[in-house]
């Protein structure tokens, strides 16, 4: 690897052949302010905040866009330099609501940051915005065009990352938008609700849809028991919301937060997962011996239900009919748990802390209400809206003591925690399918073909002699290359898992802002490190999900489970 | 001075001489004999004599050619490609348009060669959509080409494959600028990219490309024919060859003039163009187009020469002559040509997209008498930072004009500044 | 013509897509890409419906919405503008009883603003369809209108 050379604020520093001015400058310890940039995506160099001097150069160059050359000179500080950083946030200010205080994205705005480190005081240009109505059609996201900085950072993420292609500019100069074609409402059209756009939003132009006061009602409503369930990737990346480092496990300071908000029971989704991977298990085996639909597939991100159901409908037969453990859980506690501690099902609230956008959608389908009227899960937050719910409530959430989940629904194995990571069904299922096919204990847990971040994985396993093929897919635009090979007749699997997100759900669109590559290696090593430090690492060893089964369910795909545990879907081609 | 000695007709030679839809009449006027002796050249001298006479690209960037086909030529990666860039969008240009439709195949010519110099074989010429003539013209002389085997595979027997297609614009000045003609010949929009990496190695489909214009590629059959030190006679040491003029505005007879480089602003008005009307006085000139410096009727005597155009800090562009005389309203033809960056701007950055509304906000408080000292300096920042800030160069040009009018126009902004002081009865 | 017809006379791969368009919206009696048209050509040439829609609304000589039958552009830009393209404006705003950006009522004409049409020494210029009129003076106008209107009537 050459190295090359230059000199940046008078001091030299070597760096590899290809590195950006941008990347060159962070090894002198100078952050040079950016709003465009995004590290796993195309250079756009369009925001043109971080312009610097190269000597030599005519014009200011963007230091993102610029590669190193052996000896150049650069300056990040000169006062031409600042003179058009600030004019360049001021013009954007300029076309921009300002009103920070009143703005979902207040104290989180990269654009707020840079102007308060630069030293912006005032926008000396006339404000320009035109005050367009704030799209709040989707059940998941919102778009506010009036914050809109035009970055085209979510029109990367939807085409390149997810393969969907809702947005895109539209218009020329300053007419430019950033919007669904013809500016249709985003319900309008066939986006999945995924929220990976509002990942890595830099402002307050795509935010998730805020729930948080529902859930401040109801925990204020003497006739309410309200519970809670959290998923598997919240307790790895919540810490972030804090200022903790991406990969600190904070389940125990996460249960106590909930319990000092006022949720009256505390209950982990993991406990459902595990549910979910007896009877997803039981229902591949079903299939491979009765010869149903294969490849299998699973079901419990809604992001990717969406996907199938806009997209690829033909196809739903191989959905796998399981409801998600969200839904699952939600049916429990309404159609369970509620008789079981004396209530009506109506009096029950029940809460879920998702990293998911699309779970808010998934939460509200006709489908997913077991008495038919009542939702099963009430409310969905997401880990961004937690933490902000948390500091609402002043809680100082690093102070906190660690606590444990309350009991039945907070037990769970290493299994149901790896849900939160792409591969982690797959795996939880194969720790379980494997032992109840051959009756033989796994010599070792850990099914590493199907761990990591490459776009699609694949695995044989030898069951009892017969080679069963898996494949693992993430992000929707792999999702999309699975789907083509189921079509053409070439995929040769008998059990695939597809997680609408890259990372799977640690890089869910509710997740804590960033959607980096480096942030969702950190959280998978978390989860995995979750599963190694649990007692119990295969569903079917879970003494709860046992218990469930033996006192009520009684068996897996039995009458109870079809009623509460599965689901159908519909064909939605728009 | 009389018209015949001023003008120079190279380029134009064949103009009103021959029909534009006959290649026979091309050939019988000596056309595509050159090629066929350069076919029979190496690259590197057919470079060679491109470099020795000078030639400079006559888009209105003015690099090198004969270094450009170098870079093309040295360049690794395949299929490497040849654009003609047709987009001519600039206001007061019209020289490529008369070009194409008067003489297409001398652009054909000049590109084969140009193409087998740097052993190119895939040709685009890109015409903008609103030129429907230019389009069918080129159009019909490719196809003429083709006929007499001068484009295709195997050309004349000498194992080189060319031709060229022609890529129709949707409608949009900023595709003239390299980048955003590419991303266009793409079949996207034509939003302008950073750069480098320059186009001679990393151009269409990321592979090297040789973007010229028109009147450029149309001097190359000019120069293998008379030779390129014969060539660099014409003009002067920094700019040689002739340049097609294109002279409008408020002057008796507009139109198009070849003239050798060097030649004054003010013999190409008075002489060629018979003056201004009704014997007014000319109030401004702008050369180029409308990303042109503005210049008072005291620098008239200045020659169409990079070296004296630099050391003014003036640059002559495409070409383009504009005359304006006494009656205009300066502060309006510099908001027409604000609205009309406005209209083209691709939006994709923030000074280019965001500083141009600024702008026209800020002249219009000058034009109605509204404006502060503030305001002044705002402008003052604003030309600043899309000079220095935008992608591309229609952000950066797009500030010269009313540079130029602060500079040498100034009572047209301080004379309107809005005095609290003033009173009026 | 179909927009099928369309991308096999001009090309349906992504980079033929502008000049398909082009091409295609000639032919359209309103002078226009419909939603049907930009969802058919993304189906085509599978492109996503929001970058052909997009393509479509940056580019001055496509429409999304309808037109008339005859596109006049008006040059505005500084040549024409000191020749007088001011007059032009009102002129043909007089006679066709619309203004700029509109349709006539009876959808023969649109009026649109265009930048420079490269016929700057005939300033000031205007354009109907593929032909260049330039030297306009109220006179040349009237004529040039009745000519069209005469040519529809036949």
């Known amino acids: 690897m050459n190295m090359i050379n230059v000199k940046i604020n008078n001091r030299q520093v070597s760096v590899p052949e290809g590195t950006s001015i941008l990347n060159a400058a962070k090894k002198t310890g100078v952050t040079i302010p950016n709003l465009c940039y995004h590290p796993d995506q195309e250079v756009k160099a369009n925001c043109r905040v971080c312009v610097v001097e190269v000597e030599g150069a005519r014009t200011l160059q963007a230091s993102c866009a610029t590669e190193c050359k052996e000896g150049m000179i650069i300056r990040t500080n000169t006062n031409r330099v600042r003179n058009a950083r600030k004019t360049v946030i001021e013009l954007l200010l300029a076309n921009h609501d300002m009103n920070c205080t009143a703005c979902k994205k207040n104290n989180n705005c990269s654009l707020q940051e840079i102007a308060a480190n630069i030293g912006v005081r005032e926008s000396r240009f006339t404000n320009v915005v035109r005050n367009q109505e704030i799209d709040t059609s989707s059940p998941a996201i919102e778009r506010n065009q009036n914050k809109c900085i035009k970055c085209g950072r979510c029109i990367q993420m939807c085409a390149e990352v997810q393969g969907l292609s809702i947005l895109d500019y539209i218009g020329r100069s300053d007419d430019v938008e950033v919007k669904p074609a013809y500016g249709w409402y985003l319900g309008d059209v066939a986006c999945v609700a995924c929220g990976q756009c509002s990942v890595v939003c830099p402002v307050a132009a795509i935010t998730e849809k805020e729930d948080i006061e529902e859930v401040w009602e109801a925990i204020n409503n003497p006739a309410k028991t309200v519970i809670v369930q959290t998923a598997p990737a919240v307790r790895v990346s919540l810490g972030e919301e804090f200022g903790m480092e991406p990969g600190e496990i904070v389940t125990g300071k996460m249960v106590a937060s909930l319990r000092t908000l006022g949720f009256d029971s505390v209950f982990d989704t993991d406990f459902t997962a595990d549910l979910t991977i007896i009877e997803e298990g039981h229902e591949l085996l079903q299939r491979i011996k009765e010869g149903g639909t294969l490849p299998m597939l699973t079901s419990c991100s809604p992001g990717w239900i969406n996907f199938i159901e806009q997209y690829y409908p033909e196809l739903l037969p191989h959905l796998s009919t399981c409801k998600s453990p969200q839904q699952m859980f939600g049916a429990l506690a309404k159609g369970y748990y509620a008789g079981k501690i004396g209530k009506k099902p109506e009096d029950i609230f029940s809460v879920s802390i998702m990293p998911c956008t699309a779970k808010k959608f998934e939460a509200d389908r006709d489908e997913m209400k077991v008495d038919g009227k009542n939702a099963d899960v009430d409310v969905v937050l997401t880990t961004r809206e937690l933490g902000k719910m948390l500091k609402q409530a002043g809680v100082d959430f690093n102070k906190l003591e660690e606590e444990d989940y309350d009991a039945p629904f907070g037990l769970s194995t290493g299994a149901g925690v790896i849900f939160g990571a792409t591969g982690g069904v797959m795996e939880a299922a194969l720790r379980t399918v494997y032992e109840v096919v051959t009756g033989e204990t796994l010599e070792s847990l850990d099914f590493n073909m199907v761990r990591g971040l490459e776009g699609i994985k694949e695995a044989e396993v030898d069951l009892a002699g017969t080679i069963v093929k898996v494949a693992v897919a993430h992000s929707l635009s792999n999702a999309r290359k699975v789907m083509e090979l189921i079509k053409s007749g070439k995929a040769e699997y008998a059990f695939i898992e597809i997680m609408c997100c890259p990372g799977g759900c640690i890089g869910g669109g509710g997740q804590p802002l960033g959607g980096t590559d480096e942030l969702r290696l950190k959280r998978i090593d978390a989860i995995y490190r979750a599963d190694k430090g649990l007692p119990l690492r295969k569903s079917h060893e879970n003494p709860a999900v046992k218990q469930l089964y033996d006192e009520f369910l009684e068996k897996p795909l039995g009458e109870k489970s079809h009623h509460l545990l599965h689901t159908h879907y519909k064909n939605r081609k728009k | 001075m009389s018209n015949d000695t001023l003008s120079k007709k190279l380029l134009t030679s064949r103009f009103g001489k021959i029909k534009a839809d006959s290649i026979d009449d091309y050939v019988s006027t000596g056309g595509y004999s050159v090629f066929k002796k350069a076919l029979s050249m190496s690259g590197d001298d057919i470079i060679s004599e491109i470099k020795t006479s000078g030639l400079k690209g006559r888009g209105g960037a003015g690099f090198p050619t004969g270094l450009k086909m170098d870079s093309v030529k040295q360049a690794e990666g395949t299929p490497k490609y040849i654009i003609c860039n047709a987009d001519e969008g600039e206001p007061g240009n019209f020289k490529d348009r008369l070009l194409m439709e008067n003489d297409p195949h001398q652009i054909i010519e000049g590109m084969i060669i140009s193409a087998f110099a740097t052993g190119t074989n895939h040709g685009y010429i890109f015409i903008r959509g609103e030129y429907i003539k230019s389009i069918r013209t080129i159009e019909i002389a490719l196809e003429q080409a083709r006929v007499k085997g001068y484009l295709g595979d195997n050309i004349l027997d000498t194992g080189f494959d060319f031709d060229i297609v022609v890529h129709t614009g949707g409608g949009s000045y900023v595709c003239g600028e390299e980048f955003a003609l590419l991303v266009s010949i793409e079949g996207k929009s034509g939003r302008a990219t950073y750069k480098p990496p320059f186009p001679t190695t990393c151009g269409l489909y990321n592979k090297p490309t040789q973007i010229n214009n028109v009147e450029t590629f149309c001097n190359i059959p000019h120069i293998m024919d008379m030779g390129g030190e014969e060539f660099s006679k014409i003009g002067t040491d920094s700019s040689k060859g002739t340049k097609l003029v294109c002279l409008s505005g408020n002057v008796v007879k507009p139109g198009l003039y070849e003239v050798p480089l060097g030649t004054t602003i003010r013999s190409i008005i008075d002489d060629l163009g018979g003056g201004v009307p009704n014997n007014r006085e000319i109030k401004m000139v702008q050369l180029g187009g409308a990303s042109g410096p503005v210049i008072p009727k005291s620098m008239l005597d200045l020659k169409l020469c990079v070296k004296e155009m630099n050391g003014n800090d003036l640059s002559f562009g495409s070409g383009a002559i504009i005359v304006m005389d006494e009656r205009i309203r300066v502060l309006d033809i510099l908001k027409r040509i604000i609205e009309f960056f406005r209209h083209e701007s691709c939006g994709k950055c923030t000074p280019c997209r965001e500083g141009l509304t600024q702008m026209l906000i800020l002249l219009n408080r000058f034009i109605e008498g509204t404006a502060t000292k503030q305001d002044l300096a705002l402008l003052d920042v604003l030309i600043e930072t899309m000079g220095q800030a935008s992608i591309c160069g229609l952000g950066q040009a797009a500030p010269t004009a009313i540079k130029k009018v602060l500079k040498y126009f100034p009572e047209e902004f301080e004379g309107r500044i809005h005095s609290m002081d003033s009173v009026t009865v | ?154």
């Open chain 3, 1 to 154: 013509m179909q927009v099928k017809e369309a991308l096999l006379k001009y090309g349906s791969t992504p980079d033929k897509l502008i000049g398909a368009m082009l091409g295609y919206q000639r032919n359209t009696p309103c002078n226009y890409l419909s939603e049907d048209d930009i969802r058919e050509f993304a189906k085509e040439t599978g492109l996503p419906l929001s970058r052909v829609h997009s393509v479509a609304s940056f580019y001055s000589l496509l429409s999304t919405k309808p037109r008339g039958k005859y596109i006049i552009q008006v040059c505005y830009d500084v040549p024409c503008y000191v020749n007088d393209s001011v007059n032009v404006v009102k002129d043909l705003e007089n006679k066709l009883r619309t203004t700029m950006g509109h349709t006539t009522d009876d959808g023969m004409f649109t009026l649109e603003y265009s930048s420079c049409l490269g016929c700057c020494d005939k300033a000031p210029v205007m354009q109907i369809g593929d032909k260049l009129y330039g030297n306009l003076n109220s006179e040349k106008i009237s004529e040039i209108l009745s000519a069209y209107r005469r040519n529809k009537n036949e």
